[in-house]
């Protein structure tokens, strides 16, 4: 145990001593005395509470103080700027991050503290309040605030060499991302992009203003409050028991199949969305679905897609797929699918056409891949 953790639960008994026993006075002494503690020992963490705002004293585990303080952050303005002030920022330029190489040999983005941004803005003759377009987007495992940044109005050639970094198109870098940089990365993109298209209310035509945390924004004229938007879509990898349904669009790199997919219709339940998918695209009816996993997905927009598992009868596998929306649809193997997986690079142009699968960091290769390590667990247990 780590000395913070000694002091947090010696803080956290005081405070559980004191609720239900204290007079009311006592117990917002012994709060105010846990508030000015806890900043004090938080101040190494770059963690700070204003003082206006709400300081919670109880404390949790670590996951749990980080949503709680994240949320705190959306909540109080005040705290937030105290939060960016002491936070991680990292950079794009018109929706295009700013990456570095790592050691490993990927990718991920340039964490800059608040002083590294104010002092290149400043160099760039740019006003420093544009500090405060930042918006949150999450907390790392060490406490540390992480808020994103588009510096658009700069010279993207400058930042990039100020920061020793370099502007790459997302679409370009998504894979190259390591495990917790892409997932990072692509929400701010997309928090970004929001906070870009909604500057303005649709039922007003009036200028809307988003809160520090950048979470929402409001129109004081309509007293609308905008949230950020995804589009739920579906995903679903069907098997007859023994193969899996794969299918391609005309747009999918050659020789790349994936899992089918669509959007969600208004109004529509998970199940639901998935059956009319399937039915519009390939013909077939599904017999049972189970879910699987999520995935956040920043492309074309920002998609909640939703990954599920679905079986066909043996008996209905014959396919009749809507050449307007598919290109191809097939049934595959588990040997098929196994020599998929293990091709690792997109093939170059001029290279003989194989049959690849969507890379890791998709939902369709998680998908893929369950079916294909259940295959093969079946058919050892069945000796
Ligand atoms: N992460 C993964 O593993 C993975 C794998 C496959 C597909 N996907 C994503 O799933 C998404 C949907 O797949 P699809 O293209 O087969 O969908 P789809 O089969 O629903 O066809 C796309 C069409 O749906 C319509 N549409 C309806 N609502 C829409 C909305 N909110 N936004 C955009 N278009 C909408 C448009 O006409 C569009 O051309 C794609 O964006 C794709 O990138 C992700
Ligand atoms: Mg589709």
Same mark, same amino acid.
């Given at each position: ?9 010696r803080?956290?008994?005081? !405070?559980?001593?004191a609720e ?6 006592? /117990?917002? +002494? ?8 806890m ?19 109880? $404390?949790y ?6 949503? #709680? $303080?994240?949320?705190?952050?959306k909540?109080?303005?005040e705290?937030?700027?105290? =939060? ?5 920022i ?11 190489q ?7 983005p340039v ?10 803005l *400043?160099?760039? +003759? ?6 405060k ?31 020793k970094?370099c ?11 390591? +495990? ?7 929400k701010?993109? !997309? ?7 909604? #500057? ?8 809307? /203003?988003?809160n520090?945390?950048?979470?929402? #924004? ?19 990898l069907?098997s007859?028991?023994k193969?899996?349904?794969l299918?391609? /669009?005309?747009?999918?790199? %050659? +020789? ?6 669509? @959007? ?10 998935l059956?009319r ?10 017999q ?15 998609? @909640? ?5 679905a ?6 596998? /014959?396919?009749?797929?809507?050449l307007?929306?598919?290109?191809? =649809?097939?049934?595959?193997t588990?040997e ?11 093939p %170059?142009?001029?290279?003989p ?10 939902? !369709?290769?998680?998908l893929?891949?369950e079916?294909?390590?259940? *295959? ?8």
């Amino acid at each position: 145990m780590n000395i913070l953790q000694k002091h947090k639960n010696r803080l956290c008994v005081q !405070a559980e001593a004191a609720e239900p026993h204290q007079s009311s006075s006592d /117990q917002s +002494g012994l709060i105010q005395q846990v508030r000015s503690r806890m900043a004090s020992l938080l101040r190494p963490l770059r963690i700070f509470f204003p003082a206006r705002c709400c300081v919670p004293t109880r $404390f949790y585990s670590g996951f749990v103080s980080r949503m #709680r $303080f994240l949320n705190s952050l959306k909540e109080c303005d005040e705290a937030c700027v105290a =939060a960016l002030q002491n936070a991680h920022i990292f950079l794009f330029h018109r929706l295009v991050p700013l990456l570095q190489q790592t050691g490993r040999g990927n990718l991920s983005p340039v964490f800059l503290t608040y002083s590294d941004v104010q002092s290149v803005l *400043q160099k760039l +003759g740019s006003d420093e309040s544009l500090l405060k377009e930042s918006i949150l987007v999450g907390c790392s495992d060490q406490n540390q605030a992480q808020f994103c940044l588009d510096v658009g109005e700069l010279d993207q050639a400058a930042v990039a060499e100020e920061f020793k970094g370099c502007f790459m198109d997302l679409r370009k870098a998504f894979f190259l991302l390591n +495990g917790s940089g892409a997932p990072l990365v692509a929400k701010a993109q !997309a928090l970004l992009r929001w906070h870009q298209i909604n #500057r303005f209310c649709g039922a007003t035509g009036q200028p809307t /203003q988003r809160n520090q945390a950048g979470s929402q #924004r409001v129109c004081s004229s309509s007293s609308i409050i905008y949230y950020p938007k995804m589009s739920p879509v579906v995903i679903v990898l069907v098997s007859d028991g023994k193969r899996c349904l794969l299918g391609r /669009q005309s747009s999918f790199p %050659r +020789g790349m199949y994936s899992a089918l997919a669509g @959007f969600c219709d208004m109004g529509e339940t998970l199940e639901e969305a998935l059956c009319r998918e399937v039915a519009e695209e390939v013909g077939v009816e599904l017999q049972s679905i189970s879910y699987s996993s999520s995935q956040h997905w920043p492309f074309p927009h920002s998609s @909640f897609m939703l990954g599920c598992h679905a079986t066909v009868s043996p008996a209905h596998t /014959q396919l009749n797929v809507d050449l307007s929306e598919l290109e191809d =649809a097939r049934w595959f193997t588990v040997e098929e699918i196994s020599s998929g997986l293990q091709v690792k690079t997109t093939p %170059r142009r001029g290279d003989p056409p194989s049959f690849w699968l969507p890379p890791k960091h998709t939902l !369709a290769n998680r998908l893929i891949t369950e079916w294909r390590d259940r *295959q093969r667990n079946s058919k050892d247990s069945m000796g």
